[in-house]
């Protein structure tokens, strides 16, 4: 890890340095040293997001760990995020010093009854019908409503509008910090 300032966040700086490597060089970076400790031992759902000027570049995530650690998780999803999101083209190393990232490290799932049980700003939703699942991350620009926000989910697993589906909330841990 580089020193950017002591005051990187090494979730950030771990997305970044994916990014950045797979980028540049088409291999995916190793864990490092010197992460804390948490990173290497626990286990967790990981989103990353990545931004140029202010718009969606990508974001690809997991609702479950599938890697043996939240570095692994991080450094899978920020090399998904950059190059495989099906919305966009695979960033160009051009673009690298444009971008902001974001890792939100998600926590349990928690299924609940109704729509009154969620908060926008405070938890993420999945909804799942069938084997059609959607997930929204929670407290995103522009969606500052429960209905908003379940109706992006559904949207997002290609479930209709008044379709009944069930209902589970999860908060995060979100790392942000604009340039990446």
Partial sequence: MDNRGKQEDAYIELARQAVEAYVRTGKKLEVPKGLP??????????FVSIKEE????????????VQPSIAEEII?????????DPRFQPIQAKELDKLAISVDVLGSM??????????????GVVVTKGRRR?????????VDTVEEQIAIA???????????VRLERFEVVRHEREGL
């Avoid at 202010?54 to 760990?65: E, K, M, P, V």
């Fill in 37 to 46: 400790e948490e990173m290497y031992r626990e286990r967790a759902g990981v």
């Fill in 54 to 65: 202010g718009q969606l570049r990508g974001c690809i995530g997991t609702i479950q760990a």
């Fill in 76 to 84: 899978r999803n920020a090399i998904s995020a950059s190059t495989e």
């Fill in 110 to 123: 928690e299924e609940i009854d109704s729509p009154g049980q969620l908060d926008a700003k405070r938890y």
């Fill in 134 to 142: 959607g997930l929204l991350l929670p407290n995103l620009e522009g």
């Fill in 154 to 164: 559904k949207q997002k697993a290609g479930i209709g509008y008044g379709e009944e």
